[in-house]
């Protein structure tokens, strides 16, 4: 019995350190991440990191440790640096600023249940709606279920609705199914955001997003090209960028 008690308190003292190194490894990657985060993000990006949680102890609601004083305003952006399916980093979006104080901003992110996500896919041009959500993935429809959507594509906030500027990356496809109905794709993306370890963030005013996504180096092949409007195959349509106007517009309106 001795010996038996012996060993499982070794047991779970490994335990404990696997798990520890588990979590300097992913610090780690994120820093790093986060770095190269800096060099694509907008000059006026604001450098912060998470100060508190709401009482569910969950990321639906968070705040972040800078506010009006450091340039910080509602209906800003929230971004963290992950990597793509291309293994590029990237600006993932983490959520949105819906009050900003002298030196805190309350933040409501992804996680949130209270409102849709209008998304769009890299690969299939097509659309969809993020109507669920849990710690690691999101659940949602195609607007057009013909698409043949595919797993692996990106998905990237569509910008439709003005709540989130077009083309921050989301999460990857995991998953397409058919509805019993058979009128329905359904999809589930799962979220480049760890949230269990959300810490760096960056905070972005709208209007200075890079709508080219410069971070994803091709244009053409991530965000979903304008086939109704195009004429010329040889020659794709460049999506329209959002104007300063509509992006503000966007930053303050309502889901």
């Known amino acids: ?17 696997i798990t520890q ?16 985060l800096l060099q694509i993000a907008p000059e006026k990006a ?11 102890n969950r990321f639906v609601r968070f705040t972040v440790n800078k506010g009006t004083k450091d340039g910080v305003r509602d209906g800003d952006i929230i971004v963290e640096g992950t990597k793509d399916p291309k293994s590029m980093v990237v600006k993932s979006l983490v959520g949105r600023v819906m009050e900003a104080g002298p030196n805190y901003a309350k933040v409501s ?5 209270a409102s849709n996500i209008s998304v769009m896919f890299s690969g299939s041009g097509g659309y969809g709606i993020v109507n669920n959500r849990d710690d690691e993935n999101y659940y949602g429809y195609l607007l057009d279920p013909t698409i043949a ?39 589930t993306i799962t ?3 760890n949230f269990n370890q959300l ?4 905070v972005l005013h709208p209007e200075e997003i890079d709508q080219d996504m410069r971070s994803l180096n091709n244009k053409e092949d991530v965000l979903p090209k304008e086939k109704e409007n195009q004429t010329d195959q040889s020659n794709p349509v460049h999506l329209p960028e959002q104007s300063e106007n509509e992006s503000k517009e966007s930053g303050a309106s309502d889901e």
């Open 1 to 17: 019995q001795a010996e038996v008690a012996r060993l499982k308190e070794e047991n779970a003292k490994y335990l404990e350190k």
């Open 199 to 202: 810490y760096w963030v960056l």
């Open 46 to 56: 604001i450098q912060a990191h998470v100060s508190a949680m709401d009482s569910s």
């Open 149 to 187: 959507l595919k797993n692996g594509e990106a998905a990237l906030s569509s910008g439709i609705g003005g709540v989130y500027p077009r083309g921050l990356y989301i999460g990857k496809v995991s998953h397409v199914e058919t509805a019993e109905d058979g009128l329905t794709k359904k999809f």
């Open 109 to 113: 992110s992804l996680q949130d249940q």
């Open 21 to 36: 190194l588990e979590q300097v490894v992913g610090q780690s990657e994120a820093l790093k991440n986060y770095a190269d």
């Open 191 to 193: 979220s480049s955001v």
